[in-house]
């Protein structure tokens, strides 16, 4: 029996929110010396474009990781204030980081305002956005509901 269900609008829904309403994740990137998982969490968002986004400092060991392999996973959750947490949504991402060079007009604007607290260090020379393209994803929605998703599952929908 395959415990995977046939991903719908409703899945879709649940990974877009856990998206669009994210401020934290917990990022897993490959130790370059080790090969081993790092994870680490860090403030994250999604961009102008809907992508996910991180200001990560060039000192952290999570930068050097996606330096070395851009490849890495994000773990985005929200937190019950109540209840057992494992019967909750959460969406495991599977990413492409890449610094973001130029980054959008207004990305760090909207950072702060998400972020205030990153007014202290945001303008530091050893930060940096990154984007964290989502490659595929499982979204395990509750007990019973996983499913598999693809970029275009959690890319938000059309305006109109």
Known sequence: MNPIRQT???????????LTGM???VLSVLDPATGHPHLSRI??????????????SGLAAHSRALIADPRAGLLVESPPAKGDPM???????QVIARILTDPPPGIRDR???AHPRAAVFIDLPDF???ELRPQ?????AGFGAAFRLTPADMAAPPPG
Not at 8 to 18: E, K, N, P, V, Y
Not at 43 to 56: K, S
């Open 128 to 130: 940096r956005f990154w």
């Open 111 to 113: 950072w702060l305002t």
């Open 136 to 140: 595929s994803a499982w979204l395990n």
């Open 87 to 93: 019967t909750h949504p959460r969406l495991s991402v």
């Open 43 to 56: 403030a994250c968002q999604v961009g102008p474009d809907g992508m996910p986004v991180a200001l990560l």
């Open 8 to 18: 719908d609008d409703h899945a879709r829904a649940i990974a877009r929110d856990l």
């Open 23 to 25: 401020r934290h994740a």
